[in-house]
C-alpha cells in the first residue's frame, strides 16, 4: 500500500526496501518504523512509500482532500496542459497553431477560477513533474489572470493577460529538444538560441492570430525593469503591463517547479525572492498584488521543516511575512526568532 510520508505513522511496517535518489539504501524492508525513521526518510527526500495493509479497518479518509474546492478546479487546470502539449506540437510540425482550441481550453478553466481563491492550493495540488513546459505554461496563464484580476483589470481583460501568459513559451517548439531538456548549465551558444524562443514565439502568434497584444508579451517576457533582460534590453514603461505580469508568473512558477537542471523550490522562499527582484527587476505592483494574494493562502497548510519537525501554519508573522508561525504536535515555532530553522515543504 502506497502513502505519502506525511501519513505514515510509527509502527508502519515498509513493504520495500527504500533508497535515496542517489540509489543508497536508507531503509529495509519489514522495518517497523519509529519516529526517528520517518523522519530519516524524510530527510533523504523520500515521498511515497509501500507499507503492509493494516489488518484493522482503516479510516475514513480525510475531508482535507477530494472536498477541498481546489479539487474541482483540478480537471480544468490538467484539460489546459494536455491542451497546451497539442497547440505545442501544432507549432512544431506546422508553424501555426488553432486559436479557437486555445479559447476553447482556457473559458472553462478561467470560468472555474473566479471563484477559486486559495490559490496555494491549487499550485499544490499540481504535478509538474511530468513535463515542464506544457504544465509551466498552464501555471504562468492561471497565475497571470489572477494577478490581472487582482490589479483591477475587468475579467475581459485579465482574460486576456492569462491567455497571453498560457502562450509566452510557444517559441520554444523550434528550439532544439536536446538543449531544453539538457541537465546541466547552458553553453553561451545554447542559452542565446533559447533566447530566441521570445522572438519565434512572437512570430507564431502574428502567423496564427494576429493578435498583436499577445505576441508582445511573448516576445517581452523576458524583458526586466532595469534593462537587463532579454531579446531587446527594453526598460520600464517600454514593456506592455501584460508582458511584466507574465514575467512575474513565470519567474514565480519556473522557481517552484521541477525542472531538469534545478529542483523546486519551496513556495514562501520564492515568493521572498520575488519581492527582493521587485526592486529593479521585476515590476513591482504584479509582484506585490501575488505576494500579498498568496501569503494568507499559506494558513492551514501543512509543512515539514528543516529540523523534520511537521507541522502547520498558524499565522503570518507582520514582521516577517516569510517567516510565519508553526504549530507542531510539541510546541509552536516563531520562524521569525528560530532564524535556522527554515520551511523545507510545503503541503496541503
Known amino acids: 500500500m502506497k502513502v505519502h510520508i506525511m501519513e505514515l505513522h510509527p509502527g508502519d511496517r515498509l513493504q520495500e526496501d527504500i533508497f535515496n535518489r542517489f540509489g543508497v539504501l536508507v531503509l529495509q524492508k519489514g522495518t517497523d518504523l519509529t519516529s526517528d525513521a520517518i523522519v530519516r526518510l524524510i530527510q533523504h527526500g523520500t515521498d511515497y512509500v509501500d507499507i503492509e495493509p493494516k489488518l484493522v479497518p482503516q479510516s475514513k479518509p480525510s475531508l482535507s482532500d477530494p472536498e477541498l474546492p481546489a479539487y474541482k478546479v483540478k480537471p480544468f487546470l490538467d484539460e489546459a496542459i494536455d491542451g497546451f502539449e ?13 486559436d479557437t482550441k486555445v479559447d476553447q481550453l482556457l473559458e472553462p478553466m478561467v470560468s472555474q477560477l473566479v471563484g477559486q481563491k486559495d490559490v496555494v492550493s491549487l499550485l ?3 504535478n509538474d513533474d511530468d513535463n515542464y513546459t506544457y504544465n509551466h505554461s498552464m501555471q504562468v496563464g492561471m497565475l497571470s489572470y489572477y494577478i490581472a484580476s487582482w490589479l483591477g483589470y475587468p475579467k475581459e481583460e485579465a482574460y486576456k493577460a492569462g491567455k497571453a501568459g498560457y502562450l509566452i513559451d510557444i517559441g520554444k517548439c523550434k528550439i532544439p529538444h536536446e538543449i531544453l531538456s539538457k541537465p546541466g548549465k547552458l553553453t553561451s551558444e545554447e542559452f542565446e ?41 527594453l526598460r520600464d514603461r517600454e514593456i506592455h503591463p501584460f508582458a511584466k505580469i507574465a514575467a512575474v508568473a513565470d519567474v514565480y512558477t519556473a522557481m517552484t517547479s521541477n525542472r531538469v537542471y534545478q529542483s523546486k523550490q519551496e513556495l514562501l522562499a520564492v515568493l521572498q525572492e520575488l519581492n527582493t527582484l521587485s526592486f529593479g527587476k521585476l515590476n513591482p505592483e504584479p509582484t506585490q498584488a501575488l505576494i500579498n494574494h498568496m501569503l494568507p ?16 501554519i ?22 521569525s526568532k528560530e532564524r535556522q530553522t527554515l520551511i523545507a515543504e510545503v503541503y496541503l
Open 193 to 233: 538560441e533559447v533566447k530566441k524562443h521570445t522572438i519565434y514565439g512572437y512570430d507564431i502568434i502574428m502567423n496564427s492570430t494576429g493578435d498583436e497584444l499577445t505576441a508582445l508579451v511573448a516576445l517581452q517576457h523576458h524583458e526586466r525593469e532595469d534593462g537587463s533582460g532579454y531579446p531587446d534590453g
Open 124 to 126: 499544490l495540488l499540481l
Open 297 to 312: 493562502n499559506f494558513i492551514g497548510k501543512k509543512v515539514l521543516l528543516n529540523s523534520g519537525e511537521v507541522g502547520s
Open 86 to 98: 497539442e497547440i505545442f506540437l501544432e507549432a512544431l510540425s506546422s508553424g501555426t497553431f488553432n
Open 314 to 335: 498558524v499565522m503570518t508573522n507582520q514582521l516577517d511575512f516569510f517567516r510565519p508561525l508553526v504549530q507542531t504536535d510539541a510546541r509552536f515555532i516563531d520562524l
